[in-house]
């Protein structure tokens, strides 16, 4: 209700009244549109660490170019050089340091400086943040792979596959194979005690997944023991499965197994898929334990 002014003039309102019903709460923006936002802010802060774009993209590529030459024209089987054998290892290797290395090392750095604990006391869905990290994940695995192949075939005789079967294993090993690192690498940055101390852990542990898992060299050479120890992990089971792409088929007689064991393959990358998950729901945290 209105007053009127000592004067008379001009009506005035009173203060409002505490039981008056409230307006309609502001509506956030849906998880799609968060994740967007999410992304768009992971692939700017990629762009924008100069450094880190370049060790990504060319560290990969500066390892193939001194293996592959260093070795070059050494036959590992009749019709399939070295660094033909080299280059699909590689591919699986590059998707494997774009998401599992990358992420175990990356997120505890974030959770450091605090960025996870403001994320997680806003309103935003929890899931966009994995879903931003996912799609830098994807993207930078793209890139990567595609120089890989075009340096393989450019300067490596690397042939790729005319028909379209081995392009579709090539999508579900690299679908897979991608997951289950992402998933692995979220799991492993919440084992970590801290950023400081997640390069130490991780890049050792992914140097020797490498070596043991028939990237640097040809698995079936390695002592039993070494392969026993690559086949527990994805990266040998990737590795397999891009020698299956870019290889051709009478190589698939080297093998451990003497053929490229597609089910195999899906059904280890498939089953490290769910134990990634399982790791990563158990073990991740939005602040350091010292933190509370």
Not at 120 to 148: C, D, E, H
Not at 206 to 227: D, E, I, Y
């Amino acid at each position: 209700m209105t007053a009127l002014s000592e004067e008379g003039a001009r009506p005035t309102t009173g203060p409002p009244d505490p039981a008056a019903p409230a307006g309609p709460a502001p509506r956030l923006p849906g998880l799609v549109r968060v994740a967007a936002a999410r992304t768009r802010l992971e692939f700017l802060s990629f762009v924008r660490e100069r450094s880190a774009m370049v060790f990504t993209f060319v560290f990969p590529l500066a390892l193939l170019v001194i293996f592959g030459s260093a070795l070059h024209g050494q036959p590992v089987a009749a019709g399939v050089d070295y660094e033909q054998y080299f280059v699909a290892g590689m591919i699986a290797s590059g998707m494997f340091g774009c998401s599992f290395q990358n992420l175990a090392i990356v997120i505890p750095l974030e959770r450091d400086i605090g960025g996870l604990k403001r994320l997680a006391g806003t309103p935003m869905p929890k899931s966009a943040y994995f879903a931003g990290k996912i799609m830098m994940v994807a993207f930078t695995a793209s890139v990567q792979t595609a120089l890989l192949i075009v340096i393989g075939v450019l300067f490596y005789d690397l042939t790729l596959p005319k028909t379209v079967g081995p392009w579709l294993t090539f999508l579900w090993v690299a679908g897979l194979g991608t997951v289950a690192c992402t998933l692995l690498g979220i799991g492993v940055a919440g084992i970590v005690k801290n950023g400081r101390t997640a390069p130490a852990v991780v890049s050792p542990l992914a140097t020797v997944l490498q070596f043991v898992s028939g990237v640097f060299f040809v698995f079936a050479t390695l002592p039993s023991w070494m392969q026993g120890i690559g086949a527990l992990f994805p990266l040998k089971w990737m590795t397999q499965g891009m020698r299956s792409v870019f290889l051709p088929d009478s190589f698939a007689a080297h093998e451990v197994a003497g053929s490229w064991e597609h089910g195999r393959i899906a059904l280890v990358l498939g089953g490290w898929c769910l134990v990634g998950l399982f790791v990563a729901v158990r073990t991740f945290r939005w602040r350091n334990r010292a933190d509370g």
